[in-house]
């Protein structure tokens, strides 16, 4: 565990998501395969038909029926989205050598783009006016409007004056050395491997993600529904899980808290002392 993030650290071999994410591709393709006669009529990942009669006709309202798990399948704890607080936040950005990772990270954090959707934004998908960018979207490859802060718009005004502008229906995001190319996602993830390196945390490039979704929901300006919007979300009780707190967050607030003082019991003048203690006690 992460003392700074309070993020576990990765451990040698696979993880558990990790592994039961694999067993669902393999039996989703066996499946696949053998429903359109294709393919062998077994699948050779194993199944619970406890768990697939009780899931099969559930309504979301309905509760969640507790069964076994199938062979092969791993126990995952369901921990909350980590979303990066504010005064690591700050150190984060602080350790951005230039003013194109400066403006990634605002884009990151105020519109809630996955990665590789920022990475591919062009200058044609960039909307000045509208203080909006289109990305293609993970799931459905739709070209769809994200809004971003001011400020994210500012870094990047700064990022082509300094480096300059590429050509339409380019990149907007450029390598620094070398070859002009456009950065990929592996080049942003060893920056983000550099900065904590520095800090001694083990930030990754989706936590952005879960650190704009967290503070759109937790800011009391916007409503769920007006998150999921914004974030993509196909469905409203994924946007819900970001409607946490954190304890690491509630720093100043539990410090107030600790440090106000014990209130002082009065009582209106005129009332006899031994009056008091006799009705109140000592």
Not at 184 to 204: D, K, P
Request: charged share 25%; glycine share 8%.
């Amino acid at each position: 565990m992460n003392l700074r993030t309070g993020k576990p650290t990765l451990r040698a071999g696979y993880a558990p998501r990790t592994i039961n994410h694999a067993l669902s591709v393999v039996s989703g393709f066996y499946g696949f395969h053998a429903h359109q006669g294709n393919g062998p009529v077994v699948n050779p990942v194993p199944v619970s038909p406890q768990r697939r009669q009780a899931l099969a006709h559930r309504s979301p309202l309905e509760p969640r029926a507790v069964v076994g798990r199938s062979r092969l399948r791993q126990k995952v704890s369901d921990r909350p989205p980590r979303s990066i607080p504010d005064r690591l936040w700050d150190e984060l950005f602080d350790r951005m050598g230039c003013e194109r990772d400066r403006a990634l990270l605002e884009f990151y954090v105020s519109s809630g783009a996955r990665a590789v959707e920022l990475l591919g934004v062009g200058v044609n998908d960039i909307d000045w006016a509208g203080q909006r960018i289109y990305v293609i979207s993970k799931g459905t490859r739709e070209r769809e409007a994200v809004p971003a802060s001011p400020q994210a718009f500012v870094r990047l005004a700064c990022y082509l004056d300094e480096a300059g502008t590429p050509a339409r229906g380019e990149s907007v995001w450029r390598t620094r050395r070398g070859s002009d190319r456009p950065l990929s996602y592996w080049a942003m993830r060893r920056i983000m491997q550099r900065a904590n390196e520095l800090l001694g945390t083990n930030w990754t490039l989706h936590d952005l993600r879960h650190t704009a979704a967290s503070r759109m929901a937790n800011g009391g300006k916007l409503t769920p529904v007006e998150v999921q919007a914004i974030m993509r979300h196909a469905n409203i009780q994924t946007t819900s899980r970001y409607l946490t707190a954190r304890v690491e967050e509630m720093f100043d607030k539990l410090a107030e808290h600790y440090n106000t003082p014990r209130p002082v019991t009065s009582y209106p003048a005129g009332y006899s002392a031994d009056d008091i203690k006799a009705v109140f006690g000592g």
